[in-house]
């Protein structure tokens, strides 16, 4: 019916992404505003996770050998199908990778309007109401879009609960669409996983990660010596990695590894989001940070606002003076 | 084969900075920003100057913005553009992303190419839909986060990030639209005879009428569009903050450290 939010559920190796949760959830509490139900759209072949979402909503299943890999031709053509069954009111999908490359080709094809990496969703009405959180995060921005078409919209990971599963499992509805191989656009070729010969940051008690704040390469030595002092390991942020001061294995943050070890110390990151969504969930967050607005401050438990250069070697003293 | 490349590029506020957001709390204050060519762009540009060093072709980069974005422009000239392309669509806020991806489309779209590189997403509005919307209102397939390129004769071959540090191989047809990850390259520094030649380099202007339409509003689609609001992100005041300078906050932190059983020595 008219008033259904449609979650596109993301997967991969027959796992789900966690964050498909976090859409189901927002899209309850939209279709609660809409005066419809959440349907989830799982797209693949032969994969068995539909009783797994069947827990959360009613989802509507595309089984077709095309889709056994991920790509944007043959996803737009068995959700176009399903957008002409269901006529959702919304459409949700995760702002990550598959996000970026599918949401704004859906929203062509659809000629639907889309607001991408959205914190909230509302609707007022009508008319949906999205947050966004720009410039770093520094600024949160309020886009009110209105449209007779579905709306698109990507959600960033981790910005809502996920949903609890239903009291008794939905219904798994399978719908027959032939994807045309032609029209697939980019195919799958291959995976590639990372090579792992390095030192496995998730499973360290103890991460201290180094950031674009620490200024030059011959930096790392004193972040290094700071760990081993704690008996912890060297992890870092994007920019980092980029520019090859430490391995991609030592990446924390959605692109890289996602931990959770007792202390994250992060020493001169700002937080993008790319980055806090990989160690929020640490038991005790420190920051060090020169600036005070830096956005790592809003997931930290403690945090410190001189120039870390200064405070390692300072601590270090104070540490092995005893 | 010999390509022609598009790369599209943005001058956006340099992200690191503070901000303020306007009176009427529709915008951020403009009147002392500091502008730089967006980071994932600079990837994209140097990609598509190295593909053209190793195939042969031309490499033409467009911006839509106001005059202020030729110098962003020169330097891409610099760096081992071609040639360079103003859309004179001067909205400096810009919020409707979408809108703006369309006006680009139909620039790309009067250009020759076999192929349009865009950085995987802008650091100002990170809304990560420019490259696909244009790939998809050419009928071009696409790829994005696009971490390695390869050409191999007529076939073009992307690695894809995902998430977690798993990649996977996409084979694309070309025409093609590639939206490129930061860390692909190592961007140059534009040698300096190249940054004076550059200076002298004329920089074409797209009007509306150029790409047969009366004005850019022609660009926007069937839906509304509005900033509601600016606001200052709620600061949730988790972390305590200590003040003082460096010996006062190294104790802190040393003293911190122990409490907690974070050091046994």
């Known amino acids: 019916m008219a008033g259904d939010i449609l979650v596109v559920a993301e997967h991969r190796d027959g796992k789900l992404a966690g964050a498909t949760f976090e859409l189901v959830a927002l899209g309850r509490s939209l279709a609660r505003q809409s005066g419809g139900t959440v349907k989830v759209a799982l797209l693949g072949h032969g994969a068995a996770i539909a009783p797994r979402l069947a827990e959360y909503a009613d989802v509507l299943a595309v089984d077709d050998p095309h889709l056994e890999h991920y790509s944007p031709g043959g996803y737009e053509q068995a959700l176009h199908a399903i957008v002409e069954s269901v006529s959702p009111r919304a459409i949700l999908l995760l702002h990550s990778s598959q996000g970026f490359d599918l949401a704004p080709a859906l929203a062509v094809a659809f000629d639907a309007p889309l607001v991408t990496n959205c914190v909230a969703l509302v609707f007022d009405g009508p008319v949906l109401v999205a947050t966004r959180k720009i410039l770093n995060d520094k600024v949160v921005v309020e886009i009110e879009v209105s449209s007779e078409r579905p709306y698109l919209a990507t959600v960033r990971p981790a910005a809502v609960k996920a949903a609890e599963p239903l009291p008794s499992s939905a219904t798994v509805t399978h719908m027959h669409v032939s994807i045309d191989p032609a029209k697939l656009g980019a195919t799958f070729l291959r995976a590639e996983k990372p090579e792992v010969q390095d030192i496995d940051i998730a499973t360290a008690d103890i991460v201290v990660s180094a950031g674009r704040g620490i200024k030059e390469k011959k930096n790392l030595a004193l972040v290094e010596e700071f760990a081993k002092l704690l008996g912890g390991v060297v992890g870092a942020s994007r920019p980092l990695t980029d520019m090859e001061w430490l391995p991609k294995t030592r990446q924390v943050g959605q692109s890289g590894k996602t931990v959770r070890p007792k202390l994250y110390i992060a020493c001169g990151i700002s937080g993008a989001m790319q980055h806090v969504s990989g160690m929020k969930d640490a038991g005790t967050i420190i920051a060090i940070n020169t600036d005070p607005s830096a956005p790592i401050f809003e997931v930290a438990h403690y945090g410190f606002t001189v120039n870390v250069l200064e405070l390692l070697p300072a601590a270090m003293k104070e540490l092995r003076s005893g | ?265």
């Open chain 2, 1 to 265: 084969m010999a390509l022609n490349i598009i790369v599209c590029v943005k001058q956006i506020p340099n992200p690191d900075l503070q901000f303020q957001i306007n009176a009427e709390g529709t915008d951020i204050r403009r009147d002392a920003l500091n502008y730089r060519t967006n980071g994932a762009d600079e990837y994209a540009l140097e990609e598509a100057v190295r593909l053209k060093e190793k195939h042969g072709g031309r490499v033409t980069v467009v911006t839509a913005g106001p005059k202020r974005t030729e110098q962003m422009l020169r330097e891409a000239i610099a760096k081992g553009a071609d040639e360079a392309i103003r859309i004179a669509y001067d909205d400096p806020a810009a919020y409707d992303a979408m809108r703006v991806a369309r006006v680009l489309a139909a620039a790309v779209k009067s250009i020759p190419h076999d192929l349009v590189l865009t950085g995987v997403q802008s650091d100002d509005y990170i809304h990560s839909l420019t490259g696909i919307v244009i790939a998809r209102t050419l009928g071009h397939p696409h790829a994005s986060v696009v971490t390695k390129v390869a050409l191999d004769g007529t076939t073009l071959t992307a690695n894809r990030e995902l998430e977690g540090g798993d990649q996977e191989v996409v084979t694309v047809p070309m025409p093609a639209v590639l939206t490129i990850q930061f860390g692909i390259n190592t961007p140059r520094y534009a040698p300096l005879p190249a940054i004076m030649k550059a200076a002298r380099q004329p920089i074409k202007e797209l009007t509306p009428a150029a790409v047969g339409a009366s004005s850019w509003d022609a660009f926007a689609a069937g839906y509304t569009f509005r900033v509601r609001r600016l606001t200052p992100p709620e600061s949730k005041g988790r972390a305590e903050i200590f003040a003082g300078g460096v010996a006062d906050q190294a104790k802190k932190l040393a003293q911190l450290l122990r409490e907690k059983g974070f050091y046994r020595g």
